[in-house]
């Protein structure tokens, strides 16, 4: 037999699944957080700030391919001949000459500028707009197979807010790695940034990469846009790779700290979505929804169905960012479920502010009660949310409490709240706010139909879709349209592995990988014709409170 190990890393930890090559069984999983993030170092959500120190990233690596494989039968670890990375994006980190990330060095290891940048730090709100006001103006509009808006989640605006805020970075800055790509490097002993293999993934679909206009923006351009990223480019790379190219083989030092061979192939990383949608088997027609904390949606087109199509509002179309030879579609919603999150905190504060503090019970008694009811809040405003008709949901709600990703990238816009009176509840006021992500989910949809391309099926992957039958249904009955549940519970870590498969040269394409390896779905959700008639009216709603948010009060 040969096993194959796909590695997901995703906001707040990573996992690592064990998975057959040949049948694609899961033999064995381990999920670990990140100890330093969660320890909430480094990040200051009031100014969204969320920085990773490329430290944790090792230390899970480590504890979670050794206990994965520690589950699995004897003789795993000698079977293995692939490994692969997933990983959120666009998370870059400044690197020194040798390609190590600024923060693995003594004098940078606690400035979280040195940090690899998360996806959902917004702290670059203000060079976003300075680069969509540039391209604009310039010969070329290196953002037009962004989107046509590009965003503070992104690469370049990254970089350059980085540069600005921090002297010392910028002065033992000399190139950029995303995180998709520092992983590989690093167990197979890539060190000098200009050996890198680079995402065409990552670089497409943020850096605003592109093989017609020779890779990356022009130096012209980004010195126009300041100084500080004047020698970047030639710094950075010109070629890119899709993630079923082999890097090399783990080092004999990464084979030891592993538990496993020098003959593991190491494939090409990308980003957790892009993987996903492969692990959920994607193909032209169906749309995968990677739903967690915030959601993906990922689309693979044929060269003739895209032709010359250029889609607005997006996340980039990019040849070959998701399955070789085909155009990858990206979009998503900068928030879904953080929004639940944030409901959760708010109705539990006096659990942990107020409860936390009583005398009257012993204190475990006082922490199992408080852990209880904070794991059932979410559950219990389920199933009352559930039982009201949609005719009698009269709270609405935009999902933008991140910003707004797609359509059109917007991360100065709030979330608002509106229709509440003395009546309103809890169970309400969450039914709208799950009513408004799949609002927010619709407005995507509708966006990709208007410009041509077809949509055949939804695909949902993630916990919530496995986890929450209402959001799930709720979200299946606002767009009109079935949803499936992809069976593989770690799809992301799933479609990572499919891409070890085939650069291990157990497959020739990811195609034959998915036919071998897919799961298949666990269910399929079917839209309530009235539900789906009344959300058509209400989703009008929406749109003018969007509106109304977006000219009136955030402009």
């Given at each position: 037999?040969?096993?194959?190990?796909?590695?997901?890393?995703?906001?707040?930890?990573?996992?690592?699944?064990?998975?057959?090559?040949?049948?694609?069984?899961?033999?064995?999983?381990?999920?670990?957080?990140?100890?330093?993030?969660?320890?909430?170092?480094?990040?200051?959500?009031?100014?969204?700030?969320?920085?990773?120190?490329?430290?944790?990233?090792?230390?899970?690596?480590?504890?979670?391919?050794?206990?994965?494989?520690?589950?699995?039968?004897?003789?795993?670890?000698?079977?293995?001949?692939?490994?692969?990375?997933?990983?959120?994006?666009?998370?870059?980190?400044?690197?020194?000459?040798?390609?190590v990330p600024l923060a693995m060095t003594p004098e940078f290891a606690e400035n979280p500028n040195a940090m690899f940048v998360l996806w959902k730090?917004?702290?670059?709100?203000?060079?976003?707009?300075?680069?969509?006001?540039?391209?604009?103006?310039?010969?070329?509009?290196?953002?037009?197979?962004?989107?046509?808006?590009?965003?503070?989640?992104?690469?370049?605006?990254?970089?350059?807010?980085?540069?600005?805020?921090?002297?010392?970075?910028?002065?033992?800055?000399?190139?950029?790695?995303?995180?998709?790509?520092?992983?590989?490097?690093?167990?197979?002993?890539?060190?000098?940034?200009?050996?890198?293999?680079?995402?065409?993934?990552?670089?497409?679909?943020?850096?605003?990469?592109?093989?017609?206009?020779?890779?990356?923006?022009?130096?012209?351009?980004?010195?126009?846009?300041?100084?500080?990223?004047?020698?970047?480019?030639?710094?950075?790379?010109?070629?890119?790779?899709?993630?079923?190219?082999?890097?090399?083989?783990?080092?004999?030092?990464?084979?030891?700290?592993?538990?496993?061979?020098?003959?593991?192939?190491?494939?090409?990383?990308?980003?957790?979505?892009?993987?996903?949608?492969?692990?959920?088997?994607?193909?032209?027609?169906?749309?995968?929804?990677?739903?967690?904390?915030?959601?993906?949606?990922?689309?693979?087109?044929?060269?003739?169905?895209?032709?010359?199509?250029?889609?607005?509002?997006?996340?980039?179309?990019?040849?070959?960012?998701?399955?070789?030879?085909?155009?990858?579609?990206?979009?998503?919603?900068?928030?879904?479920?953080?929004?639940?999150?944030?409901?959760?905190?708010?109705?539990?504060?006096?659990?942990?502010?107020?409860?936390?503090?009583?005398?009257?019970?012993?204190?475990?008694?006082?922490?199992?009660?408080?852990?209880?009811?904070?794991?059932?809040?979410?559950?219990?405003?389920?199933?009352?949310?559930?039982?009201?008709?949609?005719?009698?949901?009269?709270?609405?709600?935009?999902?933008?409490?991140?910003?707004?990703?797609?359509?059109?990238?917007?991360?100065?816009?709030?979330?608002?709240?509106?229709?509440?009176?003395?009546?309103?509840?809890?169970?309400?006021?969450?039914?709208?706010?799950?009513?408004?992500?799949?609002?927010?989910?619709?407005?995507?949809?509708?966006?990709?139909?208007?410009?041509?391309?077809?949509?055949?099926?939804?695909?949902?992957?993630?916990?919530?879709?496995?986890k929450s039958p209402f959001v799930m249904q709720t979200l299946s009955d606002v767009l009109d349209m079935p949803i499936k549940v992809a069976k593989?519970?770690?799809?992301?870590?799933?479609?990572?592995?499919?891409?070890?498969?085939?650069?291990?040269?157990?497959?020739?394409?990811?195609?034959?990988?998915?036919?071998?390896?897919?799961?298949?779905?666990?269910?399929?959700?079917?839209?309530?014709?009235?539900?789906?008639?009344?959300?058509?009216?209400?989703?009008?709603?929406?749109?003018?409170?969007?509106?109304?948010?977006?000219?009136?009060?955030?402009?």
């Open positions: 037999m040969k096993y194959v190990i796909g590695l997901d890393y995703g906001s707040d930890s990573a996992r690592a699944v064990v998975v057959n090559a040949e049948t694609g069984a899961e033999m064995a999983s381990t999920v670990k957080y990140y100890p330093r993030w969660m320890e909430g170092k480094y990040c200051i959500p009031t100014a969204n700030q969320y920085r990773q120190h490329p430290q944790d990233y090792i230390d899970v690596l480590e504890y979670t391919v050794k206990d994965a494989i520690s589950k699995c039968p004897a003789g795993t670890a000698k079977n293995v001949v692939g490994i692969a990375f997933d990983t959120t994006g666009s998370t870059p980190a400044f690197t020194n000459k040798n390609g730090d917004h702290t670059a709100i203000k060079e976003a707009n300075e680069i969509n006001e540039l391209a604009g103006k310039w010969s070329t509009d290196y953002t037009s197979y962004e989107g046509g808006i590009y965003s503070s989640e992104w690469f370049w605006a990254k970089a350059l807010h980085v540069l600005r805020a921090d002297e010392t970075v910028r002065e033992a800055a000399y190139s950029i790695v995303e995180h998709c790509d520092w992983m590989p490097a690093l167990i197979t002993g890539t060190e000098s940034p200009a050996n890198m293999y680079r995402s065409r993934c990552a670089s497409g679909h943020k850096a605003m990469w592109l093989e017609q206009w020779g890779g990356l923006p022009s130096e012209e351009f980004l010195v126009a846009l300041d100084p500080v990223l004047a020698g970047y480019r030639d710094r950075l790379y010109t070629e890119t790779c899709a993630s079923d190219t082999k890097v090399g083989n783990l080092t004999e030092e990464w084979a030891v700290r592993l538990g496993l061979t020098t003959n593991v192939a190491v494939a090409v990383g990308a980003f957790d979505a892009h993987t996903g949608a492969v692990g959920a088997e994607v193909k032209p027609g169906a749309l995968v929804r990677i739903i967690g904390t915030s959601t993906c949606d990922i689309m693979v087109s044929s060269y003739e169905e895209m032709g010359d199509k250029l889609i607005p509002g997006i996340c980039g179309q990019v040849d070959g960012s998701v399955i070789p030879g085909m155009i990858g579609l990206e979009a998503g919603q900068s928030a879904f479920g953080d929004i639940y999150a944030w409901f959760k905190r708010v109705v539990a504060w006096p659990i942990e502010n107020i409860l936390a503090k009583t005398t009257l019970v012993d204190e475990a008694t006082k922490q199992k009660l408080i852990d209880e009811t904070l794991d059932q809040i979410i559950p219990a405003l389920s199933i009352e949310a559930a039982k009201v008709p949609v005719s009698e949901s009269t709270i609405l709600a935009t999902d933008w409490m991140n910003g707004r990703r797609t359509p059109d990238a917007n991360q100065m816009v709030k979330g608002t709240i509106t229709g509440l009176n003395l009546g309103s509840s809890a169970p309400l006021m969450f039914r709208a706010l799950v009513e408004a992500t799949a609002y927010g989910s619709k407005a995507i949809v509708d966006r990709f139909i208007e410009n041509g391309v077809e949509i055949k099926e939804i695909i949902g992957i993630g916990g919530i879709s496995l593989a519970e770690q799809a992301c870590a799933f479609g990572t592995a499919m891409f070890a498969a085939v650069a291990a040269g157990v497959y020739a394409k990811v195609q034959d990988a998915q036919d071998a390896m897919g799961l298949g779905f666990a269910k399929e959700f079917y839209p309530n014709a009235e539900n789906a008639s009344l959300y058509q009216e209400l989703y009008k709603n929406y749109v003018k409170l969007g509106q109304f948010t977006e000219q009136e009060l955030f402009s």
